[in-house]
């Protein structure tokens, strides 16, 4: 590997070129001003198995139709979630909310924004993969982000590695995700049928990631001449109303479609009021994204439900794609009360290097791994709190080589780093119809291989490129790394 990035001069072009192409983020230490830096990011994209890369496309579209068949089946998503919803009380609210709305939903269409992510584990054998698989890591039906900085990576990294690598190939996949994610919810408004509603965009009082957010606005305002927006649940607590015919009303003007980048973590509802808001919009007849059965899909239960002997078939019917899908599954347990939950609470805890604890929480920062995994599942093994949580198997990708530029830095240490593939889905559905579903883009996140959580928003992870390679390949530069 060309050494360049030693220079500071370099390093200083190069941030100024992720500058340039938007790669921002607000200031951690004063958030709310116009202070900003650059997002973490891989100066140089990283290797990835092609043939994963195509499995991990060709299957959202039926993650996308597995999704919805789930949130519209009342008895399984009761059934799964029966023991979660009496001890978690975050799901529970939301479970109350679907529950309220259920028999009366004025919502005709279901607008899914999904991303399913991934990494790399080691097959069964030497197989067409070269004994690497593509092993699910979660299913986000919430609040996807970081897209709108995803969208200008490519050219970023092309400009790269033509400047400083110009004889190694380069073969970094399109990625049309913001595109993809402002057609969705442009198609989503257009079934409205009212040309004057707007779209909302419901955010959290503090965002530093508001250029990704703002890159949705402006691509909807570019294209389609929609405008967004944006407000906070508590904000929503005095501006959102219903109208006559339940349309939602926020601050005088009628709204199509409530896009949520917030409302999937405890801390956006600091009272009964932003929860008694969140059930009036999905009382209306504006289209959530999520809706309530839509972010309970998304629950760690729910997936690690569906990986069970014989669930998919409830939902799919095509053989290929059950098998598409079930080929992704990591080892997923539960943790009921009873003999069976007791297992897995024994085997995590004499081995605690193999294994995730997941509550049902997004946005990063909150799984348990190593001793913090042996601290927690002691403290609840013994209760049915445990039951609001999973244990997932932990997947071990082999590391690479990374180099990551932060803010405030003009130096860049290479780091031994791991990957997270994740894709977009995009579906929409109105009655019976299935007006949209497709792949639509995809993020790679990147961290070094010290850190166990890998999220972008918390501070963890870099924006990355999959440099697409055959997978045997791959595994070679793998092994050679390793030496």
Request: charged letters at 25%; aromatic letters at 8%.
């Amino acid at each position: 590997m060309s050494e360049w990035w030693r220079d500071e001069a370099n390093i200083k072009t190069t941030k100024d070129l992720a500058a340039s192409h938007g790669l921002m983020v607000r200031s951690s230490r004063e958030p709310r001003e116009e202070r900003c830096g650059i997002v973490s990011v891989s100066i140089v994209p990283s290797k990835f198995p092609r043939e994963l890369y195509e499995l991990a496309c060709a299957v959202q579209k039926d993650f996308n139709t597995l999704v919805d068949a789930v949130s519209m089946d009342h008895d399984f998503l009761t059934t799964a979630l029966s023991s979660v919803i009496k001890t978690d009380n975050f799901t529970q609210q939301v479970f109350k909310i679907y529950e309220a709305v259920r028999l009366d939903n004025q919502q005709t269409c279901r607008l899914g924004l999904h991303r399913c992510d991934y990494m790399i584990g080691l097959g069964t054998g030497a197989g067409e993969w070269a004994g690497l698989a593509l092993r699910q890591v979660e299913i986000n039906t919430i609040s996807v982000s970081t897209l709108g900085l995803f969208s200008k990576l490519g050219d970023f990294h092309s400009y790269v590695h033509s400047r400083y690598y110009p004889v190694e190939p380069l073969q970094i996949p399109p990625n049309p995700c913001l595109q993809s994610l402002a057609h969705g919810l442009a198609c989503a408004w257009e079934q409205y049928g009212k040309k004057s509603a707007q779209i909302l965009m419901v955010v959290q009082d503090i965002e530093r990631n508001i250029f990704d957010q703002r890159a949705v606005e402006f691509e909807l305002w570019k294209r389609y001449k929609i405008a967004v927006v944006r407000k906070t649940l508590t904000e929503l607590t005095c501006d959102a109303s219903l109208g006559t015919l339940r349309e939602l009303m926020v601050s005088g003007t009628e709204i199509a479609v409530i896009y949520y980048r917030a409302g999937y973590t405890p801390q956006d509802y600091p009272t009964e009021k932003e929860w008694g808001v969140r059930l009036l919009m999905e009382q209306s007849i504006a289209t959530s994204c999520p809706s309530a059965s839509y972010h309970l899909a998304g629950t760690k239960r729910i997936q690690q439900v569906l990986a069970g002997p014989g669930v998919l078939e409830r939902f799919l019917v095509d053989p290929e794609a059950i098998q598409r899908v079930r080929s992704t599954f990591a080892g997923l347990f539960g943790l009921d009360m009873g003999p069976e939950g007791d297992t897995v609470v024994k085997m995590a805890l004499e081995t605690p290097e193999r294994f995730v604890l997941k509550p049902q929480r997004e946005g990063g920062g909150n799984n348990f791994f190593g001793e913090a995994l042996r601290e927690e599942l002691t403290r609840v093994g013994g209760s049915p709190e445990r039951e609001s949580y999973i244990v997932m198997e932990k997947i071990t990708p082999p590391p690479q080589l990374g180099l990551i530029a932060k803010a405030g830095s003009d130096k860049v240490i290479p780091t031994q780093v791991i990957g997270e593939l994740g894709i977009l889905g995009v579906y929409l559905r109105k009655e019976d119809e299935v007006i949209l579903n497709f792949e639509g883009g995809h993020n790679l996140r990147t961290k070094p291989t010290t850190m166990n959580e890998g999220g972008v928003a918390v501070g963890v992870a870099c924006l990355d490129s999959p440099n697409l390679i055959p997978a045997k390949e791959f595994l070679h530069y793998c092994i050679r790394n390793l030496n």
